[in-house]
């Protein structure tokens, strides 16, 4: 594989790989099992056709899982990848009641003769190794990149690596005289495959759940706890998206800290823990000591709408910051949406550097009531900045 691919070119060219040696496994196995009458040769071909359609929409999963978040798609578009690892989990099944079915109606209902030949053993060894190259390949690539849809794919690979193990102790039975073995190995088939989709199933439904890795909330509270100035970490959140992971948290600071050491403690806080997870997008809202967050507040936001369709809401907003402009340097990135009528404002201020944490978050507080009083019902999220010397204010006066 070129070195120089993008990890997306590395993703589609193992997946697609992935195709060629299912469509390969199904037309052996098939031939065999229809030369033979195996019904556990024919299990296996029916379980890498299964196989190939699983291939199939994991290349499809990868493909569409690189593109970047968008407009309609904030946290981008990895998760296609566990609900292609759910459809494959749901095959898998399909495949299972199958050989199930069918090897309970030759073992009671319907005999079979089965005609074990050397190609009998052969497709299945040849089987084997291509199974066994496939989910190494597939299984490095997933743990490369975090891939869900490419670890499901190696799943069914090495999956079929057992399964073929069991149908060739079937041929051996039926070879010495004990043609029931065929099915008994069959059925040994479908219970390897049942108790991989229920792995497979769980740890898919985990992520599409945003369930956090075990363990993992514990270790980056007392990483974050131990950073000098945290008083506390609290409503850690995290989930997993893909190979990326989104952290929000709350850290408590002294209230007596300014605006510019909060900013550097947070800016801490997020190297500490990207070092243990690097692809990580972290949202940190800071506090003080028994405080609420002033940073940043989250809201559900939807219907946008363009400042030209609400100008008498803008004239309020803007009348009312000119009220206030002593109390900081500039804003900037004013915007308005809206939900169900309510107006949803969302801008940033930039304060004095030196300003503390309890001061900011009153101000804060302040501006919204005043807001609110003239406007009405509405949301607001002011972000909260410290001046740097680089902000347009202090470039005009320098001017």
């Given amino acids: 594989m070129n070195p120089n691919s993008s990890p997306q070119e590395e993703k589609s060219s193992v997946a697609l790989i992935s195709i060629l040696a299912a469509i390969f496994l199904v037309g052996i196995k098939l031939v065999v099992g229809l030369a033979t009458g195996s019904l556990g040769i024919l299990s296996e071909a029916a379980h890498s056709a299964l ?16 593109r970047p978040a968008d407009s309609e798609h904030h946290y981008g578009h990895s998760k296609v990848e566990s609900l292609s690892a759910l459809a494959e989990t749901f095959l898998l099944l399909v495949t299972c009641f199958w050989i199930i079915y069918e ?79 065929d099915s008994i190995a069959a059925l040994g088939v479908a219970l390897l495959v049942i108790i991989i989709c229920y792995r497979l199933g ?13 363990g993992l909330k514990q270790e980056i509270e007392q990483m974050v706890e131990k950073v000098p100035g945290v008083s506390e970490c609290s409503r850690l959140r995290i989930r997993r998206t893909g190979a990326q992971v989104f952290v929000d948290m709350n850290i408590s600071l002294d209230k007596n800290t300014s605006f510019e050491q909060a900013h550097h403690i947070a800016g801490e806080v997020e190297r500490k823990v990207r070092s243990i997870l690097p692809e990580t997008d972290i949202v940190i809202h800071t506090e003080p000591t028994g ?63 030196n300003i503390k944490i309890e001061d900011a978050h009153k101000f804060c507080d302040h501006l919204e009531e005043d807001i609110k009083k003239r406007l009405g019902e509405s949301e607001i999220v002011i972000h909260v900045e410290p001046c740097d010397g680089n902000c347009e204010t202090c470039r005009k006066e320098c001017d």
């Fill in 103 to 181: 090897a309970f109606r030759r073992m009671f209902f319907h005999t079979v003769e089965v005609e074990v030949t050397i190609f009998s053993f052969m497709v299945m060894l040849i089987a084997i190794i291509v199974d066994y190259t496939r989910s190494r390949a597939l299984s490095k690539m997933a743990k490369k990149y975090s891939s869900q849809a490419l670890e499901a794919d190696a799943l069914h690979f090495s999956s079929d690596i057992y399964s073929s193990l069991v149908v060739i102790v079937g041929l051996i039975f039926t070879k010495v005289g004990f043609p029931v073995g």
């Fill in 291 to 353: 405080g609420l967050n002033f940073i940043d507040r989250k809201i559900d936001l939807s219907e946008k709408a363009k400042w030209s369709q609400d100008q008498e809401a803008e004239q309020i907003i803007k009348g009312t910051l000119n009220e206030h402009i002593e109390d900081f340097i500039e804003f900037h990135e004013l915007t308005l949406q809206r939900k169900m009528g309510i107006p949803l404002i969302n801008l940033h201020l930039v304060l004095p550097k």
């Fill in 51 to 66: 196989d190939f359609v699983a291939a199939l929409i994991t290349y499809v999963a990868v493909r569409i899982s690189g």
């Fill in 202 to 214: 769980k740890r898919t439904l985990d992520v599409l759940m945003d369930r956090a890795p075990e």
